[in-house]
C-alpha cells in the first residue's frame, strides 16, 4: 500500500491579497487538496491578489505541479494576480514550463 501524503494550509488576509502557505508534499492527490482549498476561498477573493507560498514543500511530484499548474492557469482569471513564492530554481522551471510566474 502506498503510503498517503499530507498537506497542510494556512490561508491569511491582509490589504487585499490573500495568502496560502502550504505544508506537506505536492503529489497528485494533495494538488486536488489545494485546488480545492482554493476553490473555497475564491468566493471572498474576487480580484485580490493570491499569493501561495510553497517554500515548506518538501517534496514535489511532476504530476502535482501539472496539476495545480493547470487548474491555476484555467481558474486564475478570478483573482487580480496570482504569484508562486518560495520556490527553489529547479522546481520554479517546472512552474515556468506551464506558464506559472514564480518570485
Same mark, same amino acid.
Given at each position: 500500500m502506498i503510503p498517503r501524503r499530507h @498537506?497542510?494550509?494556512k490561508v491569511m488576509k491582509n490589504?487585499?491579497? +490573500?495568502f496560502v502557505r502550504v505544508n506537506g508534499h505536492l503529489d497528485g492527490t494533495? %494538488?486536488? =487538496? +489545494?485546488r480545492s482549498t482554493l476553490q473555497r476561498i475564491h468566493g471572498t477573493c474576487? #480580484?485580490?491578489?493570491? +499569493?501561495?507560498?510553497?517554500? %515548506? @514543500?518538501?517534496?514535489? =511530484?511532476?504530476?502535482g505541479v501539472t496539476a495545480l499548474s493547470r487548474f @491555476?492557469?484555467?481558474? #486564475?482569471?478570478?483573482?487580480q494576480e496570482i504569484r508562486l513564492t518560495g520556490l527553489r530554481a529547479p522546481t520554479q522551471e517546472v512552474f515556468k514550463r506551464f506558464g506559472m510566474e514564480c518570485f
Open positions: @498537506i497542510n494550509f490589504n487585499g491579497n +490573500v494533495t %494538488a486536488y =487538496e +489545494v474576487q #480580484g485580490k491578489t493570491l +499569493v501561495l507560498d510553497l517554500g %515548506a @514543500i518538501r517534496f514535489f =511530484e511532476y504530476f @491555476i492557469g484555467n481558474h #486564475g482569471g478570478r483573482f
